[in-house]
């Protein structure tokens, strides 16, 4: 879709704040897309790898706490922990729960890697190769440049308000997607003192709980490129123009009904933590 060109300063605030949201926007679905191996270079990826090999030794020695606790409370006597089959019972936990631990960043990875092919599937079905882009009506654009000076002082306030509120909603969205991007190093990166909890069985909840958070956080992925999908079929039918209006009704109209969709993606990429985790733990 192409538009007028235009040098008007209002029209210029409005296409502006468009950009920023269209550049946010394309921005999220590259790093919804996105391993966290490969963000900014892999760097950061490398200094998680190393926090995670260096609590290995801690989640090891918890590895140990964790089932000596856990014998005691499960076994009455000693005589039963020398029965066989509470012995291999209990080796068996431990030789799971230490691999979980010495491999866990393989299998943190394994399950982002899950929900990446869901991602991948959702995004496949609904036939979005990238982020939409929304771009100011040719209509808009020349009532906007019709109007005289005293006509376009109401103009000047309402595409001001307007501007400031779709450069808000780009930033908290954007902050949103990346909030999730961290959470993911930081789970990877202590990932072996909870999964340490394996190991005896009273305190096994811990490690349950925290690969749930994990995969939920995994999951919010998912969630926010469902709400860009639901925003690109927004997008695509635009608020309509009333032409017969004044131009300050047009503008504001047009303003207040895009605002209100695009408060329907940044709500969706909000709430996507929620909506997983009342999923996973309701």
């Known amino acids: 879709?192409?538009?007028?060109?235009?040098?008007?300063?209002?029209?210029?605030?409005?296409?502006?704040?468009?950009?920023?949201?269209?550049?946010?926007?394309?921005e999220i679905w590259g790093l919804i897309t996105k391993s966290p191996t490969e963000f900014r270079g892999g760097t950061i990826w490398?200094?998680?790898?190393?926090?995670?090999?260096?609590?290995?030794?801690?989640?090891?020695?918890?590895?140990?706490l964790f089932f000596v606790v856990g014998v005691v409370k499960t076994c009455g006597s000693f005589a039963e922990v020398k029965k066989p089959e509470h012995a291999v019972?209990?080796?068996?936990?431990?030789?799971?729960?230490?691999?979980?631990v010495t491999y866990g960043m393989e299998l943190m990875m394994a399950l982002f890697n899950i929900v990446q092919g869901v991602i991948a599937t959702i995004m496949n079905s609904a036939g979005f190769g990238?982020?939409?882009?929304?771009?100011?009506?040719?209509?808009?654009?020349?009532?906007?440049?019709?109007?005289?000076?005293?006509?376009?002082?109401?103009?000047?306030?309402?595409?001001l308000i307007g501007c400031l509120v779709i450069l808000v909603l780009s930033f908290?969205?954007?902050?949103?997607?990346?909030?999730?991007?961290?959470?993911?190093?930081?789970y990877t990166a202590i990932a072996?003192?909870?999964?340490?909890?394996?190991?005896?069985?009273?305190?096994?909840?811990?490690?349950?709980?925290?690969?749930?958070?994990?995969?939920?956080?995994?999951?919010?992925?998912?969630?926010?490129?469902?709400?860009?999908?639901i925003f690109s079929v927004f997008a695509s039918s635009p608020p309509a123009v009333n032409t017969t209006a004044a131009p300050v009704t047009m503008v504001w109209s047009y303003v207040g009904e895009l605002i209100f969709n695009?408060?329907?993606?940044?709500?969706?990429?909000?709430?996507?933590?929620?909506?997983?985790?009342?999923?996973?733990?309701?």
Not at 89 to 100: E, G, P, Y
Not at 131 to 138: F, G, V, W
Not at 172 to 186: A, D, P, Q, T
């Open 130 to 159: 990238g982020a939409p882009e929304t771009i100011l009506p040719d209509e808009i654009i020349t009532a906007i440049e019709d109007c005289g000076f005293f006509e376009s002082i109401p103009l000047w306030a309402v595409t």
């Open 262 to 282: 695009m408060l329907i993606l940044v709500g969706t990429v909000k709430m996507a933590d929620r909506v997983v985790r009342e999923m996973l733990f309701s």
């Open 89 to 100: 019972k209990l080796f068996i936990r431990f030789v799971l729960a230490k691999a979980v």
């Open 46 to 64: 490398t200094v998680i790898t190393d926090i995670n090999g260096a609590l290995q030794a801690i989640g090891l020695a918890l590895l140990v």
């Open 1 to 26: 879709m192409y538009h007028l060109e235009s040098d008007n300063w209002i029209v210029g605030n409005l296409e502006y704040s468009l950009e920023t949201w269209n550049s946010k926007l394309s």
């Open 172 to 186: 908290i969205m954007i902050l949103s997607v990346y909030g999730r991007f961290f959470k993911l190093y930081l």
């Open 192 to 229: 072996p003192i909870p999964l340490a909890s394996f190991a005896g069985e009273p305190s096994q909840s811990i490690g349950k709980s925290f690969l749930k958070s994990y995969v939920a956080v995994c999951l919010e992925g998912a969630v926010i490129v469902l709400g860009c999908v």
